[in-house]
């Protein structure tokens, strides 16, 4: 089963940059990373940030804004204190100029990980 919903219009999203999108009351982290698209839960597992709000480092890692912690953008995984949960990873589809993303399935770099 699937549950797609639309995010974002692809040129809306340069490489290198993350954006918020509200998808039903669940808001997502968009990301760009070299023309690759990536999804994953926007609120940091630490606390309540935003991390659509923070800044991509080290090619594949999102810093939150907040504390500084990091996670790797295409599994979740946390990578830097104080973060110690791993983040909702979602799988991307693009279809023509337009990114969408399943819901109920995860990243594919997610689920090779496990
Ligand atoms: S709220 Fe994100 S690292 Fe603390």
Redesign the pocket.
Known sequence: MSNKVFLIQREALAPGQVCKVETSGCPLAVYNIDGEYFATSDV?T??T?SLSEGEIVDVDLIA?P????QFHIPTGQAVGF??TVDLRTYKVIVEADQIYADLDEESEAASSAI
């Open positions: 940091c630490h606390a940030a939150c907040v504390h500084d912690g104080p973060c």
